[in-house]
């Protein structure tokens, strides 16, 4: 009875000695609302930050402004933002940092035909 005791106790330390640790988890914590962003995205077409004016680095990398890729993207007024808008063109302005948010297209009333996408360059 204690061979068989000893025995499993021998299997469970070897097969305790032997396991591999398991991967640290990673938490990635991201509220898009400020000038840039924490961590480094893939960023696809219309997707921009509302409260930033900063040109697109290279992907991956910090997501670019909205107002820095309306000529390229959107090539139309901006609408939506926390900020209000410009009185001679109707722009919407950048948000202030802390009140943007990531956007995908521009939506109502253009918006047609657009999309975005941000992609996590670090494992979750």
Request: charged content about 5%; glycine content about 12%.
């Amino acid at each position: 009875m204690h061979a068989k005791a000893l025995l499993g106790a021998v299997a469970v330390a070897l097969a305790v000695s032997f396991s591999s640790p398991s991967p640290a988890q990673t938490v990635v914590s991201e509220d898009f609302t400020g000038t840039t962003t924490n961590n480094n995205w893939y960023f696809f077409n219309g997707a921009c930050l509302t409260a930033s004016s900063a040109t697109a680095s290279t992907s991956p990398g910090t997501i670019p402004g909205c107002t820095a890729i309306k000529s390229t993207y959107y090539n139309e007024v901006l609408v939506g933002g926390a900020n209000g808008t410009n009185s001679t063109t109707a722009e919407t302005l950048p948000d202030t940092s802390g009140n943007g948010a990531l956007r995908f297209t521009n939506g109502y009333p253009g918006g047609y035909h657009q999309n975005g996408a941000i992609v996590s360059s670090t494992q979750f």
